[in-house]
């Protein structure tokens, strides 16, 4: 079984339960293909550095996936049908990442500098 790292944006004018909705509809194509989902991350509503699809931002959502190279691609393939899914990338990796992604991990990182500011004010 391969491992991979798969991203993918969902236009902003989805609700939240959309989202969710989406990812285990995405989740639930992965296990019956074989597969493990092993981690999923929602990065919140991000900015687009440029338009995509009309979309000026996105949901963003990361999946760490251990599964078959099938069960990706008939996600994928999905992926590209739906209307609500405006880009997305899978990238096959070494190994999967245990802790936070690089992205948690700035956001995580920002907070503690606003508090770190806050006690010096």
Known sequence: MGLYEHVFLVR???TPAQVE???EQYKGVITT????VEKVESWGIKSLTYRIKKNRKAHFTLLNI????????????QM???EDVIRFMTVSVEELE????AQMRRREDRRRDDDEQEEFN
């Open 80 to 82: 590209s049908i739906s």
């Open 12 to 14: 902003q004018d989805a």
């Open 21 to 23: 909705a989406l990812v």
């Open 66 to 77: 251990s599964s078959p190279s099938a069960a990706v691609k008939e996600m994928e393939r």
């Open 33 to 36: 293909g074989g597969g493990k």
């Open 98 to 101: 245990a802790g936070p992604s």
